[in-house]
């Protein structure tokens, strides 16, 4: 039919290398950037396919061979309330460890109490359970044929299972919150939010390591970590010189990582690291962040009136400044990112879609980001890019019917490139 190759096509000859493949792909699954729910097999011959004939509309010379769902059976084992970072509170199933596609998963989340509820979930329940792609494994559904006489959902806390505070439940939302300020599950989920990759990557320091600290009465706060020292990590157990040596290394290397990390290590609500990087480029220091009224962040694009309050309000609290300031005085020194107003992409909107085989998507957005350029997940007619790669669908039909340029990947990368 002379349409390209897509990626993956491949000529096999014999049932044995069909089997092969289906199986390599299989594996492979996991690492791609989109999902995918098996192959298709096609008969290339020409004559093979005459004799194999049609079905009412489809041919028998083309099969599509699905992978097995990534959902496995398995027991609720009990169900605990979580608190998270923020406060809010999260029913999350602890399971009979059970393999999907591959991964074993002992856990997955119930979301919230409106959501269980309506999904009746209840402990010791037989329950199906689903991965898809990164997300956390969630609960699909309870099989109430195998339910356990007595079972009882599981009632909404009265107190915060973890520092006993008051509970909350904010308007016009479904989560519940812990009011306390003190809250050590709060506490906690901050600073390993503070020392994760994609915020401060302090390497090496994990949960472990962080919930060690807090019970050592080492740290209460994000800024405690820059005044540990060799004695303070050889107080744990099963630490020697040398990892003692590589977490002081991680905490030292993080003083001077960019501006929008340190933004968005803060864990400032509705502040994800999008934000933190327009945050960044538009204040260019916490100095000035700090003193942004309402109405210069406002002005920024892309941020609201949820997410100017909020980073008011971060500011406006006295202890969250002070963590800042000992922080700085520690050598904390967020480096200030160039601002890419000059870049080749300033003011432009890209849409990537389809399958990409140059880079990631993750990828894209930073080219396009890095050059002054935003990166949109749909089409309209602010687009000024469509990026397209193999089997796009119907961003790049809209793309068409807009009229909005469409490049491949390579034609990107050449813009880029300049
Ligand atoms: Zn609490």
Not at 137 to 144: C, D, E, G, N
Not at 176 to 204: K, N, V
Not at 391 to 407: C, I, M, P, T
Request: net charge neutral; proline share 4%; charged share 30%.
């Amino acid at each position: 039919m002379g349409a390209a190759r897509k990626p993956f096509d491949q000529k096999v000859a014999g049932i044995d290398a069909v089997l092969a493949y289906y199986r390599e792909i299989g594996e492979t699954r996991e690492s791609l950037p989109y999902e995918i729910d098996g192959v298709v097999i096609k008969v290339d011959s020409f004559d093979l396919q005459r004799d194999l004939g049609e079905k009412t509309r489809s041919p028998r010379w083309a099969i599509a061979w699905k992978f097995p769902p990534r959902q496995a059976v398995t027991v609720v084992e009990d169900i605990v309330p979580q608190v998270g970072r923020t406060g809010v509170i999260t029913p999350v199933a602890h399971l009979k460890p059970v393999e999907v596609s591959g991964v074993m998963v002992s856990r997955a989340t119930l979301h919230n109490w409106e959501e269980m509820e309506k999904k009746d979930i209840r402990k010791g329940d037989t329950v199906v359970v689903e991965r898809a792609g990164d997300v956390i494994p969630a609960v699909v559904k309870a099989m109430t044929e195998k339910r356990l006489e007595g079972a009882e959902l599981l009632a909404v806390p009265a107190a915060c299972p973890e520092c006993g505070s008051e509970i909350v439940k904010i308007p016009g939302e479904v989560a519940i919150r812990c009011l306390g300020l003190t809250c050590p599950a709060q506490i906690r989920e901050t600073i390993i939010h503070f020392a994760s990759r994609h915020a401060m990557d302090m390497e090496g320091m994990g949960d472990k390591y962080i919930e060690q600290l807090l019970r050592l009465g080492l740290v209460k706060n994000v800024a405690d970590l820059y005044y540990l020292t060799r004695d303070d990590f050889m107080r744990f157990e099963r630490m020697g010189d040398k990892l003692a040596e590589n977490l002081l290394n991680a905490i030292e290397a993080s003083k001077h990582r960019e501006l929008s990390r340190f933004i968005y290590a803060l864990g400032i609500r509705h502040v994800g690291e999008h934000t933190a990087k327009l945050l960044a480029s538009a204040f260019g220091s916490i100095e000035h962040l700090e003193k942004a009224t309402e109405e210069e962040l406002l002005s920024i694009r892309e941020v609201g009136p949820q997410v100017a309050q909020s980073v008011r309000t971060f500011f406006r609290n006295p202890a969250n400044r002070e963590v800042i300031e000992r922080m700085f005085a520690a050598g904390v020194k967020p480096a200030v990112e160039e601002k890419r107003l000059g870049g080749r992409f300033t003011g432009k909107t890209f849409v990537f879609t389809g399958a990409l085989t140059r880079f990631t998507r993750d990828d894209a957005k930073n080219m396009v980001e890095n050059e002054g350029g935003h990166a949109a997940g749909s089409v309209s007619k602010k687009t000024d890019y469509v990026v397209a790669g193999a089997e796009a669908g119907s961003k790049l039909d809209k793309a068409r019917q807009l009229g909005v340029n469409v490049l491949t990947e390579d034609e990107f990368l050449k813009m880029l490139e300049g």
